[in-house]
């Protein structure tokens, strides 16, 4: 009984210390301070230090066009050209005045000097069949009624060629026409050659090409079984064989090559015969 009367008040010890506690708990909570209001503004600090440099940002827009400067001075006067292509023939000038009339001539021994004219067209019909043996055997050139062709033995690419030729007062060989392509075939045979460059490109419209005058093939062609092959830049050179057919060569191939000249050019003949580099 007495152990029972010690547990009741052990109970009742211990609901009344809770009770104390919570009561304490409360009034702790009850008295906590709350914040004051929002005080002034301080001083601003001073300057800091310059912070590290950042990364580099993306380019800006392009800008505007600037004004146009002012023109420059005259620069040196650049290396002369090779030498053009040989002119047409002009027109024919207006008649001029008629000369004055001349003295009576006097009266001559016609007999005599009828002799005379006969042997000098004697000697110079022999004087002319010499030039003939001397261009045609000794310098190698062919010849025929309007041209004179020369077959240089000096191997170029085809527009050096074509400079040295022009250089000669002529130009690279142009066969125009069946007639012109065989006497050029028989010559290259002649020579013992297989192949010499002509004055001819193909353009670049399929099928067309342009003599070394400018003027265009239109007549006559001889082309090889399959040309032209094609109209690259660098492929568009002609070469003519000693069987008389054309096929489309690279420029820049060195070989022979044959000269046309005009036989009314009264210097022909220095000129074809002068060897230039």
Request: glycine share 12%; net charge neutral; hydrophobic share 30%.
């Amino acid at each position: 009984m007495a152990l029972q009367l010690l547990g009741s008040q052990f109970l009742l010890l211990f609901l009344l210390c809770s009770v104390v506690s919570k009561i304490s708990s409360t009034e702790v909570c009850s008295n906590t301070l709350l914040p004051g209001s929002k005080g002034d503004d301080g001083e601003v600090g001073q300057e800091g230090e310059q912070g590290k440099q950042g990364k580099t940002g993306p380019p800006g827009r392009q800008g505007l066009a600037g004004e146009l400067g002012s023109k420059g001075e005259v620069g040196q006067t650049g290396k002369t050209g090779p030498v053009g292509y040989k002119g047409y023939e002009g027109d024919l000038g207006a008649k001029g005045p008629s000369g004055l009339k001349g003295k009576q001539g006097a009266t001559c021994d016609c007999g005599r000097y009828r002799k005379v004219v006969g042997q000098m067209d004697i000697n110079i019909n022999k004087l002319k069949n010499a030039i003939k043996f001397l261009k045609n055997v000794i310098l190698g050139i062919m010849e025929t009624e309007e041209k004179l062709y020369l077959i240089v033995r000096e191997a170029r690419k085809y527009q050096d060629a074509l400079v040295n030729c022009n250089l000669r007062s002529g130009t690279l060989a142009m066969p125009k026409s069946e007639e012109s392509n065989s006497v050029l075939a028989g010559y290259v045979t002649q020579a013992g050659l297989t192949r010499v460059f002509i004055g001819l490109q193909t353009s670049e419209e399929p099928g067309m090409a342009v003599y070394a005058d400018q003027s265009p093939l239109q007549n006559y062609s001889a082309w090889a079984a399959g040309e032209p092959q094609g109209v690259a830049s660098n492929s568009s050179c002609v070469e003519l064989s000693s069987a008389g057919q054309w096929s489309q060569v690279s420029c820049h191939v060195s070989m022979f090559y044959v000269c046309e000249f005009n036989k009314d050019i009264s210097h022909h003949t220095e000129a074809v015969t002068t060897r230039r580099a």
